[in-house]
């Protein structure tokens, strides 16, 4: 689980236990908004004092004060590399920040009301700003032209609380009357609108590659499908909600309050959380935002890591050299297919069968076969770390390690336990290829069936006909 951070009066970052790891006070007034930076070392903050502080992540420690005006900023975000952080307030501007340089680089104009929310794009060319009035700008930064406006028309409580990319060219919107839309920026038009669901403003969105979350301060959380454009999962809360955060995994969904609680819910199981952190006392949860895992995925990995990448290279070099000496599953399913057409019969069919059958158990034997070598050399390295460990308590007594070593010793442990974790999901996820494929097999079987059966129906039915009409001649020639 990456770790979560979140704001208030003061900015908490929670792991998996209840209490926080770290709790930063960087201003004097309310905070808005805190955000990671591109590799999690560093987190940026804006609040009512009009300044954004950037703070290192480990132990909070102020690095760089940005100020411009001294109006309240309510929504800052990063590019991707992090060398440019955009921020908007209560001034209805726009600035990107160069942060090598310590200054401002460009100032977006266009709103006539404060700005509640923007955002990046993944091409860090395009910034989404959402203002109190009902309007959303799209700036290009490189012109600093407004290449797409976006209003709500016939809305009685205009008005945007959150705006994020979607991608590059799909943005998502919550409105204060309780609407989430999605707007396509190639056609400039909506895509798809959730007008029904929340009975008050949206307060905060969030998403991962398939889900689009939104939560209110009508107590509910509702997930949405962009691509079957429904609701697929509703969360009722105790209080009135005011930010949200997803993980990557689909499942865990993390809501803040009103009153300052932080819920971690399993969509599989909404009824109940199944985590709740403290921390933010006699303050409302007005931002949160997890770990980014994939750029996590970018940093170069320690030796422990190192090594494991090395070995699972090898085994997966090794499969693939077994792999081209027979052909693919795609490349079965080819021939068998052209196999099928060449022959009619039940009894072709039922031999092409078992031998793409037999083709296929001798791939999947392989695949598993490269797991269970990862699996062990897993368990393997787990085993020697916690029995060299054993010995030298044993014979040197219990403090015989000193921090460092029982710090690194942890971060092994830790990441062969994650190595196992990505083995046992690519062996569901294989296991569940494989019975789709089973499935489809057998749809296959069970439609061939089908049409031999009316194509000798339909011969039935021809020759029944030419009988009738012999039958008749006959008749006509006797009288």
Known sequence: MSQLVSCGKSILIHDQSMDPILRINPHKSSINCCIWNHNNCVIASCGNDGVIVLSRATDGQSLLPLEHNGKAINAISFTSNSQYLASGGHDSIVRVWDLKKKTIQSQLKGHYSQINSLHWNSSDTLIA????????????????????????????????????????????????????????????????????????????????????????????????SIVDKKVTHTIACENPLNSVAMQNDDYSVTVGTLYGQIYVYDIRMTQKPKLQFRGHDNSSVNYMEYQNIEQQSRLPPPPSQRLLNESNMSVQSQTKINQTKSPLILEIKKDSSKDLNT?????????????????????????????????????????????????????????????????????????????LKKIVQDSVSSMHIDMIRQFQIQQNEMQQLLDQYMKEQSNLVQRISQLEQENQQLKRQSY
């Open 129 to 224: 700003s959402a203002s109190n009035v009902g309007d959303i700008l799209v700036h290009d930064v490189s012109t600093q032209i407004a290449v797409s406006t976006f209003n709500l028309k016939g809305s009685k409580t205009p008005g945007f609380k959150a705006v994020k990319f979607m991608s590059k060219n799909l943005l998502c919107s919550g409105s204060n009357d309780g609407s989430v839309t999605i707007f396509d920026l190639n056609e400039n038009e909506f895509l798809c609108n959730f007008s029904q669901q929340h009975t008050s403003k949206v307060t905060g969105l969030s998403f991962t590659q398939s889900l689009v979350c939104s939560v209110g301060t009508d107590q509910k959380c509702y997930l949405y």
């Open 343 to 419: 022959f009619s019969n039940k009894e072709s069919m039922i031999k092409i069968e078992q031998q793409k059958q037999m083709q296929y158990d001798q791939f999947q034997s392989r695949v598993q076969s490269s797991q269970q070598s990862k699996f062990d050399q897993s368990t393997s390295k787990i085993e020697d770390i916690s029995r060299k460990y054993e010995v030298s308590r044993v014979i040197g007594g219990q403090n015989d390690f000193t921090d460092e070593q029982k710090k690194f010793i942890q971060q092994q442990i830790n990441e062969q336990t994650y190595q």
